[in-house]
């Protein structure tokens, strides 16, 4: 990738090459590009890398696609703002809510957790594991445990919470070890010798939809997930989301990821909606979950069965603490995964009171960046289809994307003499050379350009796809629809 200024983009799209090698196709570093400043955001760690190198795989994905050398690229300006869509995004000019109160960072007797209550069910059981009514409450009772004591109060009741650990913490406990461990994108090829091929036909009619046709099957939530499917629906896919009845998404948090999709509301444990569910398998081209590992079991909805049905299918699930560890099965978010693998505490400042507090990460990165990864992972896999009549799968975590920016190395500092005044302390688990996340001047971050749509939840003013096509910023089709509103069935 070639930008404007100083600064290699990382190159994550390596992750995809054996999916190229295999169909024949050759990933050649210039698949994708990129213009602009190389960093904006600042802070300890390459964030911005993390970014640019995150779609950068799904455009390089999509010029080996369609055979089209450069079609795709991004901007920085386009990234940054497609990394922060949910700041961006105003509703009949109305800028959204952010974390619930209960959501955050919170004191323990020795240290710092995280908290998620978004959502109501994980407030309710953040509740009754602290045995709490209030806001206060829930204060009290973690002054009296140690974060360590309180984060497995909250996940044994079935909530949300990390401790805060610093990073050698991390590192050094078999949770880190384990969600640590593999490649950001692990892929597995489907075929064998009595396999039939059956190749993907694209229509190419439109240049900016080249996934026009290609059915995406959405069974995903909160970020990540969505914002995978959110760029595959702009590139022209029919991309129908599936929720659970009972645990309604958050309303601007869909509105922010469903640009382009359509929405059904349904229970799939009931017979007549599992049959639904099979016809809609029968002919998708693209399957992708992200609940819990295992959790979509018991609909038949595990890779290996999928593809054992149907070696030409594309599957790909995400989690957020990866496939294997004490930790595979546990609900996660961002921040959670934020302040468990030490990102909060090396970004952590000073607080009004002369104290310290852990800090967070300039945007949601490691949802955006896992997001973008599953849809390169598609788009690759659907290339292999093309060429070879032959699909598989990937899965990416939350945690591993956490591993994958803490691995990237620093760029764009000041020079410091180490043992100089001036020089930060370092500390463990960062980039050779960082200073610390404060030390950094003044970021300027890139103008985004806004669009505006009109949808039934109003006049929506938001970020667009961190894509190109040919030289022109790409935009979404058509405006989230109504929550629920479509029925099981394809467009």
């Not at 806001?135 to 309180?150: F, K, N, Q, R």
């Not at 995978?228 to 869909?254: H, K, M, N, W, Y």
């Amino acid at each position: 990738m070639t930008g404007e200024a100083a600064g290699a983009v990382p190159a994550l799209f390596r992750y995809l090459e054996p999916v190229f090698r295999d169909a024949g196709l050759a990933l050649d570093e210039a698949a994708g590009s990129w213009s602009g400043p190389r960093r904006w955001w600042g802070g300890a760690l390459d964030v911005e890398g993390l970014a640019l190198g995150s779609v950068g795989a799904a455009a390089a994905a999509l010029n080996l696609l369609i055979g089209t050398p450069g079609r795709f690229a991004t901007t920085a300006a386009l990234t940054a703002g497609a990394f922060d869509s949910y700041g961006y995004l105003r509703i009949d000019g109305r800028r959204i809510e952010g974390f619930a109160p209960l959501s955050g960072f919170r004191r323990t007797r020795d240290g710092w957790i995280r908290l998620h209550a978004n959502y109501p069910h994980h407030m309710q059981r953040l509740m009754e594991a602290l045995a709490a009514t209030t806001a206060d409450g829930v204060a009290a009772a973690l002054a009296a445990m140690t974060s360590l004591e309180a984060e497995a109060a909250v996940q044994a009741r079935g909530g949300v919470a990390a401790a805060v650990r610093s990073r050698q913490e991390w590192l050094n406990s078999g949770i880190g070890s384990a969600a640590g461990t593999g490649p950001w994108i692990e892929l597995r090829l489907s075929g064998g010798e009595n396999t039939v091929p059956k190749p993907l036909r694209l229509s190419g009619a439109d240049p900016r939809r080249p996934l026009a046709g290609v059915r995406v099957l959405d069974l995903t939530r909160v970020i990540a997930g969505p914002v995978s499917t959110r760029l595959l629906a702009a590139l022209g896919a029919d991309v129908l989301r599936i929720d659970p009845p009972r645990l309604p998404e958050i309303t601007d948090q869909f509105v922010d990821t469903g640009f382009g999709k359509r929405s059904a509301e349904a229970d799939l444990a009931t017979p007549g909606n599992r049959h639904l569910l099979q016809q809609l398998l029968a002919t998708a081209d693209v399957v992708i979950t992200g609940y819990r590992r295992g959790s979509l079991d018991r609909f038949g909805l595990e890779p290996e069965v999928l593809l054992a049905a149907r070696p030409e299918l594309v599957v790909v699930t995400l989690d957020s603490w990866g496939n294997t560890g004490p930790w595979s099965g546990l609900r996660g978010f961002d921040s959670i995964i934020q302040a468990a693998t030490g990102i909060a505490d090396l970004y952590g400042t000073g607080d009004d009171d002369g104290g310290w507090r852990p800090g967070a990460l300039p945007v949601q990165a490691l949802d955006h960046a896992t997001g973008y990864g599953v849809a390169a992972a598609a788009i690759a896999l659907l290339a292999r289809r093309r060429h070879k009549g032959l699909g598989g799968s990937a899965r990416l975590s939350l945690a591993r994307t956490a591993e994958e920016l803490f691995a990237l190395p620093a760029v764009g500092f000041a020079a410091v003499a180490p043992g100089s005044p001036a020089a930060p302390v370092p500390q463990a688990g960062m980039p050779a050379g960082s200073p610390a996340a404060h030390d950094f001047p003044e970021p300027v971050l890139p103008a985004t350009e806004l669009h505006t749509m009109a949808s039934s939840y109003g006049e929506l003013r938001y970020a667009g796809p961190p894509l190109l096509v040919d030289g022109q910023p790409l935009d979404y089709p058509s405006p989230p629809a109504p929550y629920g509103s479509s029925p099981l069935a394809w467009a």
